[in-house]
């Protein structure tokens, strides 16, 4: 099969991993410029063979006195499809080959990049060209990262802009105090602080810092020392009826999202709920997260939603909640019955 | 009119009308107790060990800006329309803040039952909420996830119907 060697190639690259650098295929690739010789070769024999038929048949027309511009390729439909899958199977080599050097190439940029220098094992397996192709990216990536002639700053220290301008870090030796741009802060073993990215970046490079995973929740404390003691907001403390404030202000829907934050809010239960259905799939999705809301609910009012009879059989069935007929309830003691609100959209059916 | 000392936690102290001093209920019914303990002259000292100066500071800000003169303590009804566009556009600016005071602010607001400063602050924790993931909420506020593994596929699972509609408004 005409380009099969090619795609092998390929092929061995992308099974060898997203990062690895198998061997150069030297052979390989002589064997595909082999078949690119082949298949030129070919060509200029095709090419030899319609322009002589092509001429043999012109002078057929000249013979028989009619005008000989009308002769075209399609005459001849065996040995022009013969041409174009040839030709066809050159470019396509072709761009199999680009392929695998750039595959390559980009990899061994990458490793410029994290690793800065080439490893003796993954340079074994470059070519020479490649080698010197790294050599020579090495050379002007350090060039323009120089300090007296470049921008002088080191690029490859951060390659994805950071998260978050700040960070939390821990303290690994007394430091004394350090300023910094929204106060100063005592660096003292084995605290915490919340300090700017850049700023802190010098001081884990000198070895007093580490980066933490996260602030310490209990030194969280009232001080008014916001500055250098930055801790991080403990809004797990807040008490449930600001949360179901907060919850009050959102709509159901924004609710149902965020509750998936922790447990505490996922406890909350909502007085009212207010579901938009919008979709009739969304029914039996919204319905069983009803349930899961509501089990403390002691009856449930659905309001505005025709519900049809076989909804509620199945709901009470799961649920052991009376389904009422529409009611307004003007005040009722939380948690004892749930409003519901939602909406069906026009022409919907309703599920059950 | 009668100014009162606000002391803080860490003992600093705030002179303020009592005017302002009673928009917070807890204040306003210590002050109650107080005046009928110590009579007219003395000084009041409200010690308030539950909120620190900075905080403090905040809320104040807030109950002397809602007590300046044009508002009065009989209601808002008698605030002029300009008044209060002019205060909702302080309380806009009011609520620029960092999300750990945010948090100082909201359980000050709680402790020292301030409703309008309560109803701000909530607002402004909801609008920070709105549109976030679950995974944003927790960074935000600093929550920690604590569903087993099984149970947090579950609500993902049951939570489709708030995720969808996401989805669907980035199609369009």
């Known amino acids: ?352 | 009119m009668r100014t009162v000392i606000l002391r803080s936690s860490d003992g600093a102290d705030h002179i303020v009308s009592s005017e302002a001093a009673s928009l917070s209920r807890t204040v306003q019914s210590l002050l109650e107790e107080l005046e009928a303990k110590e009579g007219e002259e003395s000084p009041l000292i409200v010690p308030l060990p539950n909120v620190c100066d900075c905080t403090l500071r905040k809320v104040l800000q807030y109950c002397i800006q809602h007590t300046e003169p044009g508002t009065n303590l009989t209601g808002r009804i008698h605030v002029s329309e300009t008044r209060r566009r002019d205060l909702e556009v302080w309380d806009r600016n009011y609520m620029l803040v960092s999300t750990d005071e945010l948090y100082h602010l909201v359980m000050a607001a709680h402790y020292l039952n301030v409703p309008g400063l309560l109803e701000l602050c909530c607002e402004g924790i909801a609008n920070l909420i709105r549109g976030k993931s679950p995974q944003h909420v927790r960074q935000h506020f600093g929550l920690v996830n604590n569903f087993e593994k099984a149970e947090e596929e579950d609500i993902r699972r049951t939570n489709l119907w708030a995720l969808v509609d996401e989805k669907e408004l980035a199609k369009k």
Request: hydrophobic share 40%; net charge negative.
């Open chain 1, 1 to 352: 099969m005409f380009g099969k060697r090619a795609v092998d190639l390929v092929k061995e690259l992308s099974a060898a991993g997203p990062d690895a650098l198998p061997p150069y295929n030297d052979e390989q690739v002589r064997l595909v410029l082999e078949e690119i010789q082949e298949h030129s070769a070919t060509l200029k024999e095709l090419s030899g063979v319609l322009n002589e038929k092509k001429r043999q048949r012109e002078a057929e027309l000249e013979e028989r006195g009619e005008p000989s511009t009308s002769v075209s390729f399609g005459e001849f439909p065996e040995e022009t499809s013969a041409f174009i899958v040839h030709h066809t199977s050159i470019l396509r080599n072709k761009r199999l080959l680009l392929t695998y050097m750039k595959e390559r190439m980009d990899r061994i940029k990458r490793l410029r990049w994290q690793q800065r220098s080439l490893p003796e094992d993954v340079k074994q397996n470059l070519s020479q060209s490649e080698i010197e192709w790294f050599t020579t990216y090495s050379q002007l990536l350090s060039g323009y990262m120089r300090r007296d002639t470049g921008i002088g700053m080191d690029l490859t220290l951060d390659e994805a802009p950071p998260k978050d301008p700040d960070m939390y870090v821990r303290v690994l030796r007394d430091y004394g105090e350090v300023a910094f741009s929204m106060g100063s802060v005592v660096l003292k073993k084995g605290s915490t602080h919340f300090l700017p990215r850049a700023e802190a970046d010098p001081l884990i490079r000198e070895g007093v810092l580490c980066p933490s995973q996260s602030g310490p929740i209990e030194a969280f404390n009232s001080s008014n020392d916001y500055a250098g003691q930055r801790t991080p907001p403990a809004f797990t403390h807040l008490p449930e009826e600001i949360w179901l404030r907060i919850a009050s202000l959102l709509s159901t829907e924004q609710w149902a999202k965020a509750s998936g934050a922790c447990r505490a809010l996922r406890q909350l239960q909502l007085e009212r709920i207010y579901i938009p259905a919008r979709d009739d799939w969304v029914y039996p999705i919204v319905l069983e997260w009803l349930m899961r809301r509501m089990g403390s609910a002691r009856s449930v009012v659905f309001d505005g939603w025709p519900v049809s009879d076989g909804a509620r059989v199945f709901y009470m069935q799961h649920n052991n909640l009376a389904l009422q007929a529409p009611l307004y309830p003007a005040e009722l003691p939380r948690l004892a019955i749930l409003t519901v609100s939602a909406e069906r959209p026009e022409g919907v059916p309703p599920v059950f």
